[in-house]
């Protein structure tokens, strides 16, 4: 059975940092695109950002570029996000997902196959 294990969450003031860390327990699936997702109480989970299998190519939603930054190394995992310059509303449940094919690189949570149980990321004003 696959797991997807995400880990680094917590609390911090409002611009602070917190750096999450994903890893998948599938030799063969850690090399596949990866993406983060969040999802704040009372709204849709959405899209953080994603990154190819090899590292080289990265995407970011609007909301988040510039101060978050998705990274792995050797195409494998760990794949971590390191979260700067946090706000309120950036408090969340951030998961960690797999993509369904190695090379698919996607903004849509229905293009990733396994998902972790999401770890809390809570910043306070």
């Known amino acids: 059975q696959v797991q997807v294990i995400e880990s680094g969450g917590g609390s911090v003031q409002a611009g602070g940092s917190l750096r999450l860390s994903c890893v998948v327990s599938?030799?063969?699936?850690?090399?596949?695109?990866m993406g983060w997702f969040r999802q704040a109480p009372g709204k849709e989970r959405e899209f953080v950002a994603f990154?190819?299998?090899?590292?080289?190519?990265?995407s970011y939603a609007d909301s988040v570029k510039g101060r978050f930054t998705i990274s792995r190394d050797n195409a494998k995992t760990p794949v971590t996000l390191q979260m700067n310059s946090l706000k309120a509303e950036d408090t969340a449940v951030y998961y960690c997902a797999v993509s369904r094919f190695a090379t698919t690189m996607s903004r849509h949570e229905n293009d990733y196959r396994y998902w972790g149980r999401g770890t809390q990321v809570t910043v306070s004003s």
């Open positions: 990154i190819s299998g090899s590292g080289g190519r990265t």
């Open positions: 599938s030799g063969t699936l850690s090399t596949y695109a």
